[in-house]
């Protein structure tokens, strides 16, 4: 008996993905910090899902001054491919529908260049190709120019491509000359009128907390919670006043 165990525990370790035990340094590290999540996407990330994390985190912090992009990185790939588990998606296809306007758009404001780059012109591709891809759940068509040069929308089926993209689109962000909180990067992703169409809480259901939870933690979720329900006042009595002002008022 002991031996038919050992037989199948031997051939669990072979087939089982690539991952990092809960004794490695770094796991420890992040569930002492009170990271779970974070530490259980670095476990069942793969090495490639890892290095790329490293280096395009490392790029865009150096000095290491804003840690919480470097988990965000790992909870958004949890959240889009499992970091790799179970292999690159391409295309998402829940978002495929996204692409025709995403292309459009970023034709029309530079980001891609039909005329000067053949890997933009459609063809033999798609305008759904250019859509939400990748590890990290990036749309093509938005953020290829981040990479620089001619580059077509497979190039961020690249796990090194696409966590560079999203550290570069984390880095960027700004909301009125500061930058972006983690709450306003998950509306980067989610879109921010998907996101807020969402319940602030349900039951069984996506809520606008929870989704900010996914990617950015309890800790954070719970302030969102707070400062919505802190605005909440302010926002129906503007909506109140609103309902009687000229569509030309400033403030409505």
Not at 14 to 20: C, F, G, Y
Not at 40 to 53: L, S
Not at 74 to 83: L, N
Not at 117 to 124: A, K, Q, T, V, W
Request: proline content about 7%; overall charge positive.
């Amino acid at each position: 008996m002991g031996r038919i165990l050992a037989i199948g525990a031997l051939a669990l370790a072979i087939l089982a993905p690539v991952s990092v035990r809960a004794g490695d340094p770094a796991v420890r590290e992040l569930e002492a910090a009170g990271l779970p999540k974070v530490a259980r996407a670095y476990r069942v990330a793969t090495p490639e899902y890892r290095e790329a994390i490293e280096a395009a985190y490392a790029e865009v912090d150096p000095e290491r001054t804003r840690p919480w992009w470097r988990y965000e990185l790992y909870r958004i790939c949890m959240r889009e491919s499992r970091c790799g588990q179970y292999g690159t998606p391409t295309v998402h296809p829940g978002d495929s529908w996204t692409g025709p306007k995403s292309y459009a758009r970023a034709v029309g404001r530079g980001r891609l260049d039909p005329e000067g780059c053949p890997e933009h012109r459609l063809g033999e591709r798609t305008q759904a190709e250019f859509a939400t891809r990748g590890g990290w759940g990036m749309n093509a068509a938005r953020g290829l120019h981040l990479l620089g040069g001619c580059r077509g929308p497979e190039a961020l089926d690249v796990p090194a491509n696409a966590a560079r993209i999203a550290a570069l689109t984390l880095a960027a962000c700004e909301v009125d000359g500061r930058p972006c909180m983690c709450s306003e990067h998950t509306a980067l992703w989610v879109g921010a009128g998907r996101l807020r169409s969402r319940p602030l809480l349900a039951w069984g259901a996506k809520s606008r907390v929870s989704t900010v939870a996914v990617q950015c933690g309890r800790s954070v979720a719970l302030g969102y919670l707070l400062a919505e329900v802190l605005a909440a006042p302010s926002r129906l009595a503007q909506a109140g006043w609103c309902r009687w002002q000229t569509p030309t008022d400033d403030h409505c």
